[in-house]
């Protein structure tokens, strides 16, 4: 039983390192980008070796590839807490939109995610991780409102490809100072566009 313990402890201690080099290298990645951001820097703020980075990972783009696999699952989970089945089709694609929005106004996500991540990883690499986080979320609600007859139906990985891309925009754009109900406007829009029966906007109050 104790050699039993011994084993779960060093399991521990080895995850328990893994997680502080991953919180370390998120904080120093975000705030300075990747390229500013050096192996000595990383190690001094996580209180552990180069040999302990160098075991986990076989080097910093491994290290920053975990970040983002870890980062890019936050922001799935943030989507899918605010829209549950429980939610109308429709309803869950605009609350997962919004999800999305907010979740990535996360100070240095958007550098992380959507800048540094296809530059460092390569843009096939950073589909993959999409495609197993954010875009599958999408890509379920869309699927979900395409069966339910809230979306015309058209082919489902081309849809969830530009969808992307548009949120995608949309994040860098707020994060870059514009308005971000300007653009929730065009992306409600967009998705209100592929409904067999497009829900027309409230007409502004008049005024005298």
């Not at 399991?11 to 991953?22: G, K, P, Q, S, V």
């Not at 000595?40 to 983002?68: C, M, S």
């Amino acid at each position: 039983m104790q050699q039993k313990s011994g084993r779960r402890s060093n399991r521990d201690r080895t995850e328990a390192t893994r997680a502080d080099l991953i919180a370390a290298a998120r904080k120093l990645f975000t705030e300075k980008s990747y390229a500013e951001t050096g192996t000595p820097e990383i190690v001094a703020a996580a209180g552990v070796t180069r040999g302990a980075l160098y075991h986990h990972f076989a080097d910093k783009q491994a290290l920053f590839a975990a970040v983002v696999e870890q980062e890019a699952a936050v922001v799935a989970e943030e989507i899918e807490r605010a829209s549950p089945p429980s939610l109308f089709a429709r309803d869950a694609l605009i609350a997962g939109s919004d999800a999305y929005l907010a979740a990535m106004r996360a100070p240095g996500r958007t550098r992380l995610l959507l800048l540094d991540g296809p530059a460092v990883l390569g843009r096939a690499a950073m589909d993959e991780i999409d495609n197993r986080h954010g875009n599958r979320t999408l890509r379920e609600g869309l699927v979900a409102a395409m069966r339910a007859q809230s979306m015309v139906k058209l082919p489902v990985e081309a849809l969830t490809a530009l969808f992307a891309a548009a949120f995608d925009r949309a994040a860098l754009a707020v994060d870059a100072g514009a308005s971000a109900d300007d653009y929730r406007a065009v992306l409600m829009a967009l998705i209100d566009g592929l409904s067999p029966v497009p829900h027309q906007a409230p007409r502004p109050a008049r005024t005298r």
